[in-house]
């Protein structure tokens, strides 16, 4: 017998953390001994279980359960029969005492038995539903523990949010095929007998038919759907109790799949039953009580879903039977007062229930003629979806709730349904639009903000629904068009942009930039002053509101970019407000003036890039000049701050001000693409000049690892750029970067990896002007390299787990990825004499650590760039004798031996990828050295493997007759057929 007192006194208030930890060990001991559901049998006798806290009889179900998942089918015969019988007496056990047990502790009890059907039922447990019926004669509790297996065992084998193996989904198509044929009949007729029995709860009534709406998917609909039973049904409609249960199994009943005319049939009659009962007059529930409301969301899923089976029959029908197709499609427009009733309801979930019946019938609409009485219809969903896009009045902005996050989920899809009617008929959307516009904008000081904000999200989903030209939809002149230059006209001399609400100005912004075309017009340049008045002040950059400078920023920033052809004229004055802008961020701005963030300035700087793109050669480094002086004074003062800075955390935020800094040196280059853009215009230097200001930062040696992460990242951000705007005139610079990072510490060796792209950057860039600049580094780097790889080996799998040798470990890791790939980089960029120069004993070492890769590295992406090293150094050292020895010693035993690592996995799709590599390299060694290749593969290596002769042979068939594609899937299919 289980000791209560063990677990019970890990339940006390008072209980201890031995005590809980004892309680935790013995019960994994139950559970995992396969014997100890016995030890429950006597706990579970009535007077004991009964008696006991919910919590421990949880926790015996639990043990249960686990037996069941683990030990059940291993057990004997016996031993599964006294199992069996054991289940069946708790569950009746627990239906005689109903009253005395927790709700959820016969659902944790139903959820056992269901995981025990699962495996025993149909084969050795072929009673199992005829047993359980047998609880049906126990009264109420009898009959809920019935329901409530029931209810579990579907829930296990056709709930369809649940994923399935396919082992497991056989398995259920099984337990439901039997089903049909040994129970279902009689498990209807005993729901039936439940919902006709006066005696039994309401709530019973509620779950039987919870019961009946997840069978119906599976079993015979003549089971449920007969007059008897869809009586029953109908007659629970009417309690407040029952009728959301009897609703959802209705439901369930019109979804059953059937022949197009007896659906129709179906859904007729039920609709005109359920209109008789009065469940369609809406008013009905319109009193804010919560269960009033959540009836309403089942009436509202019940008519989307009734009325989708009818598109269904629709689309299935339309080529072939226009009658029945017309049918129903006649059917779902009778009820668009249901449809429009539910949309426009004033609780959001009712609304969106009716979603998808709304755009599937615009979507009918889109195929078939439209009559007037089909455009009223649109026009009655068009004003529908209007209604619902407008927030609440007390919608919090700004802050992340669950509410507020639903509702922009909703509008999301509203906004669906808003673009089909737009592509069903844009002039009367536009049209639809233009009169409410045109109605409240010029009155927007004596409107709300949610019909104000509502009026112009209007504007930019017209935008995003009309015809458009690469994105443009004023590209062409049309009525629409018209209408909506009309509207942007209005909208920029209202002003209503200072409406001082964060949601009006955001999609004022947003409507800007989204019909930037229109400003291009010359008719229409005007505007543009007025833009960049609400860009640039308190309705923008410097608005009080943090959601409304950082998108303003970003869309002030997009306007600029698309327009620029455009501002030449305004130029000076825009340069010259965000300077003052600038100012305030330069100096750390005051209460009264609210600061831009990090990423908002980055923004600005970029435009000042655009701005200064768009100058004459002589006035351009001027402006850059000008600019960057006051970057580099602050990079400057920040390095200083730091070289004096002893403590952490302030060490931390000095490092992410210079930072700051640096990022927006970097914007401000973003705006050119190419060396040769920077040099016409004559800013390189300027940009240089900040790159030796930044690079002074990489001599600090006092700082926390934290702050060295942070300061090394920001100069190669800035390296990254200028190697796009300087070329050439970047390689100088490495040298200096690559000393100050090999140091022999976890934070340099860090950045070291972390700067190892940027050098293959500039090796793919300059290519063969690289040299010099690779052969000041290259043996430093080979080095630290091989220094760090060695002590990683020689430190690996000694003493226990530690985290920071763990760290170390995998950095090293990190570094051998990083040096393959800086070598692959020098042999694909034609700089291969800076390997060559070295001596062979380098290039020995070099071409050994690439086949130990090739061989044994745990990630087969990084083997397969091995592989494809090792092929390059063949073909880039033609005529090297060593290479050649070395082929023949290391590089073709590889091909063969990576597959042998303890690592390698067959099923893996990056493994097989590696493994085509290889028989590339194969393949490439045979065209470089011929017969020789041959040779040594059946006349030595393959013999010394021990392979049959006849493998080995086949092989070399293959080698010499086959291409390089065909070659490659032949070894990959040769090697994998020898290690399975």
């Known amino acids: 017998m289980v000791d209560i007192s063990i677990l019970g006194s890990a339940l006390h208030q008072h209980s201890t953390q031995q005590s809980r930890r004892n309680a935790l060990e013995y019960f994994e001991t139950l559970r995992k001994n396969s014997e100890g559901w016995k030890s429950l049998v006597e706990t579970f006798d009535e007077k004991i279980f009964f008696g006991i806290e919910p919590e421990l009889q949880f926790a015996c179900v639990v043990v249960l359960q686990y037996h069941v998942k683990e030990h059940h089918n291993g057990g004997s015969v016996q031993a599964k029969n006294e199992f069996r019988n054991f289940t069946l007496t708790l569950t009746r056990s627990l239906a005689a005492n109903a009253q005395k047990v927790a709700q959820f502790i016969k659902l944790k009890v139903a959820s056992f038995v269901a995981s025990l059907v699962f495996i025993d039922y149909p084969q050795e447990w072929p009673s199992f539903f005829h047993d359980l019926a047998e609880l049906y004669s126990l009264g109420n509790g009898g009959i809920e523990m019935f329901l409530e297996v029931l209810y579990a065992v579907n829930s296990d084998i056709s709930d369809r949010e649940l994923y399935r193996t396919e082992e497991e989904f056989t398995r259920s198509t099984h337990i439901k095929d039997s089903m049909r044929d040994d129970c279902i009949p009689k498990l209807a007729l005993l729901w039936k007998s439940i919902l006709a029995d006066e005696s039994v709860p309401e709530t019973l009534w509620a779950r039987c038919m919870n019961v009946i709406a997840g069978y119906i998917q599976w079993i015979d609909i003549s089971e449920v759907a007969n007059d008897e039973m869809v009586a029953l049904l109908l007659r629970y409609c009417g309690s407040v109790y029952t009728r959301k249960a009897a609703v959802e199994a209705i439901e369930a009943v019109c979804c059953k799949g059937m022949l197009p005319d007896a659906k129709l049939k179906l859904l007729q009659s039920f609709y005109t039953v359920l209109e008789q009962e009065g469940l369609f007059q809406f008013q009905r529930y319109d009193d804010g009580i919560d269960d009033n409301i959540e009836f309403l969301c089942t009436i509202a899923s019940y008519v989307n879903s009734s009325l989708l089976q009818l598109v269904d029959i629709f689309k299935d029908t339309f080529r072939k039977d226009f009658s029945m197709a017309n049918g129903s499609l006649e059917f779902i427009e009778s009820k668009i007062d249901y449809i429009v009733a539910l949309l426009t309801n004033e609780d959001d979930d009712v609304s969106k229930c009716v979603l998808a019946i709304s755009r599937e019938l615009i979507l009918i609409y889109k195929i078939i003629p439209v009559t007037s009485e089909r455009k009223e219809i649109s026009k009655r969903l068009l004003s529908g979806i209007v209604l619902k896009y407008k927030y609440d009045s007390d919608h919090s902005f700004g802050a992340s709730q669950d509410d507020e996050d639903d509702f922009l989920v909703y509008r999301q899809e509203l906004r669906v349904v808003f673009d089909n009617l737009a592509k069903l008929d844009n002039f009367v959307v536009t049209e639809f639009v233009r009169d409410r516009f045109m109605a409240i904008i010029p009155d927007w000081k004596n409107q709300p903000f949610d019909t104000v904000e509502l009026t112009i999200s209007l504007l930019f989903l017209l935008g995003e629904s009309l015809p458009h030209v690469s ?136 435009i000042i890039g655009i701005l200064v793109h768009m100058c004459s050669p002589e006035v351009a480094p001027v402006m850059m000049d000008g600019i960057l002086q006051t970057i580099n004074s602050n990079i400057h003062a920040s390095i200083a701050q730091l070289n004096s800075c002893h403590d952490k955390d302030q060490q931390i935020a000095i490092a992410n001000k210079f930072a700051d800094f640096v990022s927006y040196a970097s914007r401000i280059s973003k705006a050119f693409n190419s060396h040769q853009q920077v040099e016409a215009l004559g800013c390189l230097g300027c940009l240089m000049k900040t790159l030796d200001v930044i690079l002074q930062a990489m001599s600090l040696r006092e700082l926390c690892h934290d702050a060295t992460c942070i300061v090394h990242t920001a100069v190669r951000q800035y390296m990254h750029r200028m190697a796009i705007c300087s070329g050439e005139k970047i390689l100088p610079y490495v040298p200096t970067v690559v000393n100050c990072l090999l140091q022999d510490d976890y934070a340099s060796l860090t950045g070291l990896v972390e700067f190892m792209p940027l050098v293959n950057q500039i090796i793919a860039k300059c290519k063969a002007q690289s040299v010099p600049m690779l052969q000041l580094i290259f043996m430093h780097i080979l080095q630290v390299f091989s220094r760090a790889v060695s002590c990683g080996d020689a430190s690996q799998g000694q003493g226990e787990y530690n985290q920071e040798e763990n760290d170390k470990l995998e950095l090293r890791t990190s570094m051998k990825r990083a040096f393959f790939t800086f070598i692959n980089t020098i042999l694909a960029n034609d700089a291969y004499q800076v390997i060559s120069c070295q001596g062979s004993e380098v290039v020995w070492m070099v071409l050994m650590s690439v086949v130990d890769g090739a061989i044994t590295f745990p990630d087969p992406v990084t083997q397969k760039l091995c592989f494809s090293i090792l092929r390059r150094f063949i073909e880039v050292a033609d005529g090297n004798g060593e290479i ?36 590339g390299a194969l393949k490439f060694c045979h065209e470089k050295y011929g017969a020789k290749v041959v040779e040594y593969l059946c006349g030595s290596y393959l013999p010394s493997q021990n392979l049959p002769p006849d493998l080995s042979q086949d092989l070399c068939t293959a080698l010499q007759s086959l291409d390089s594609k065909r070659f490659r899937e032949y070894f990959k299919d040769w090697l994998l057929k020898l290690i399975s």
């Open 471 to 606: 994105g443009n939809v004023l590209a062409t002149q049309t009525p629409c068009t018209e209408m909506v230059c009309q509207m942007l006209a209005q909208l920029l001399e209202s002003e209503v942009s200072l409406f001082d609400h964060p949601a009006v100005i955001l999609v004022y912004h947003e409507v800007i930039v989204r019909y930037d075309k229109f400003f291009a017009a010359a008719s229409n340049n005007h505007y543009i002053p007025r833009v960049l008045d609400s860009f640039t002040d308190s309705r923008g950059i410097l608005s009080k509101y943090p959601s409304v400078r950082g998108r303003s920023s970003y869309l002030f920033c997009r306007f600029v970019k698309m327009l620029k052809t455009s501002m030449t004229n305004y130029r000076d004055s825009l340069l010259s407000r965000i300077e003052k802008v600038l100012e305030v961020v330069f100096s750390g701005g005051s209460p009264a003036v609210p600061v831009p963030s990090n990423e908002d300035c980055q923004y600005l700087f970029e």
């Open 884 to 919: 050649e020895r070395f082929t023949f010693q290391h590089v073709i035993p590889a091909c063969f031996s990576m597959c042998c690592n303890a690592k390698f996995n067959p099923k893996d799709a990056q493994s097989n990828m590696t493994l085509l590599e290889a028989g």
